[in-house]
C-alpha cells in the first residue's frame, strides 16, 4: 500500500487561498484514485474532493465547487489541492487517501495520511 504524507496548511484570511499537497510513496502511485477529505474536532470526516488515476477526471462536494481545485503529477508522486476564497467554515484537518481498486471518486479510501491543519479567520 501507498503512505501518505499532507502539507500546505496554515493560517489564512477569509477570502485567502493555501494550496495543499500530498506526497505519495512507492512507484504505483498512478495506480490509485487520491481524495481530500476534512475533519473538525468533534464531527465527522466529510469528503471534499477527488481524482481519477491519470487526473482527466475529478470530482467535489457541493460547498468547495468553484473554489476548491485537485490536480495531480504521478511524476512527483502528488496530488494537489488548490483552495481559494476560503471561508471560515473551511477550517479543518485535512486528509488525503488513496485506493487501488474501484472507479469511483469516491469515498471509502484504504490509507490516509497524517493530515494537514487548515485554519481560516473571519
Known amino acids: 500500500q501507498v503512505q501518505l504524507v499532507e502539507t500546505g496548511g496554515g493560517l489564512v484570511q477569509s477570502g485567502g487561498s493555501l494550496r495543499l499537497s500530498c506526497l505519495g510513496s512507492?512507484?504505483?502511485?498512478?495506480?490509485?484514485?487520491v481524495g481530500w477529505s476534512r475533519q473538525t474536532p468533534g464531527k465527522e470526516r466529510h469528503f471534499v474532493a477527488a481524482?481519477?488515476?491519470?487526473?482527466?477526471?475529478?470530482n467535489y462536494t457541493d460547498s468547495v465547487k468553484g473554489r476548491f481545485t485537485i490536480s495531480r503529477d504521478n511524476a512527483k508522486n502528488t496530488v494537489y489541492l488548490q483552495m481559494n476564497s476560503l471561508k471560515p467554515e473551511d477550517t479543518a484537518v485535512y486528509y488525503c487517501?488513496?485506493?487501488?481498486?474501484?472507479?469511483?471518486?469516491?469515498?471509502?479510501?484504504?490509507?490516509w495520511g497524517q493530515g494537514t491543519q487548515v485554519t481560516v479567520s473571519s
Open positions: 487517501g488513496a485506493k487501488r481498486a474501484g472507479v469511483d471518486l469516491a469515498p471509502p479510501f484504504d490509507n
Open positions: 481524482i481519477s488515476r491519470g487526473g482527466g477526471m475529478t
Open positions: 512507492g512507484r504505483l502511485f498512478s495506480h490509485y484514485i
